[in-house]
């Protein structure tokens, strides 16, 4: 069975970055949590991922992320001659000069992209790199063929979506019921959110900072035993696919974490090892 050990013992370092973030996520927060619950480890808050690259490569990465956009939910095609005005938008928003909503990425390729994009010593498994972005995800279902939004894809680096908090988690059925009928009727949508507040998380959320410190984790622990999540609906690592389930486990649970992830956190800040 796979072993892990505490953290500080194997010089691990968390290396935090900043893709465009909304100024509601409070990512010095979230590393005081990591520290908290990790024990002695060094975390480091690293800006953007783009941050130093010379033009030439940001117009490089600028056609490779404009080709990872998901043009049809239905479609698993790459664009292999993105626009020129969408290669342009892109430069721009790898230089931090615009923002991207509403606009879908293919989780993984982006994850490969950052990947290349890392130096080689940060790569290694003494490193965990977590990439907040307000980037929108998503990843192909081979089995329904077509693209699912994600609020986080895991590997090397991992990428959280603060948007992805927001419009991945399901709301309510009787939301999209009401949804419907304001729709038909032409009536404003917002009077409909107001109506629903409280009962997921929205754009100028101040609990995104909360809920981002379990995902934050959920990072962590797929480094650590390549398993992020977690059956436990009342646990911070809770796959949670409504907005109802995010909210609990990361918000309103009476626990932060299960009895088995509670007892490797509490080994890993002790400096003893589990197996």
Not at 206 to 223: C, E, H, N, P
Not at 241 to 266: D, G, N, T, V
Request: hydrophobic share 40%; glycine share 8%.
């Amino acid at each position: 069975m796979l072993r892990i050990s505490s953290l500080s013992g194997l010089g691990v370092k968390i290396i935090l970055y900043d893709e465009g973030i909304p100024e509601e996520l409070a990512l010095v927060e979230v590393a005081g949590y990591l520290g908290e619950k990790l024990g002695k480890v060094a975390i480091e808050l690293a800006g953007s991922p783009w941050h130093g690259l010379a033009l030439a490569d940001v117009s490089a990465y600028a056609q490779r992320m404009a080709s990872v956009k998901v043009q049809q939910v239905n479609s698993k095609e790459v664009v292999t001659a993105p626009l020129y005005a969408e290669i342009e938008y892109e430069k721009r928003r790898l230089l931090g000069k615009t923002r991207s909503f509403g606009v879908p990425y293919d989780g993984f390729q982006l994850v490969k992209m950052l990947f290349d994009l890392m130096p080689a010593e940060a790569r290694g498994a003494e490193t965990i790199n977590i990439v907040f972005t307000n980037r929108l995800l998503a990843t192909w279902d081979s089995y329904n063929k077509r693209y699912h939004l994600r609020t986080s894809v895991y590997g090397i680096p991992s990428i959280i979506s603060t948007t992805g908090l927001i419009e991945a988690p399901a709301r309510s059925r009787d939301y999209y019921l009401l949804k419907q009928q304001y729709e038909m009727l032409g009536k404003d949508l917002t009077e409909l959110n107001d109506h629903f507040r409280g009962s997921f998380l929205d754009y100028g959320d101040k609990r995104l900072t909360d809920v981002a410190r379990g995902y934050a984790m959920q990072a962590v622990f797929f480094s650590l035993t390549g398993q992020p999540f977690c059956e436990d609906k009342g646990c911070k690592l809770y796959n949670a696919h409504w907005q109802a389930e995010m909210l609990y486990a990361q918000l309103e649970s009476s626990y932060e974490f299960c009895p088995k992830h509670a007892r490797i956190l509490q080994d890993l800040a002790s400096g003893q090892q589990k197996s």
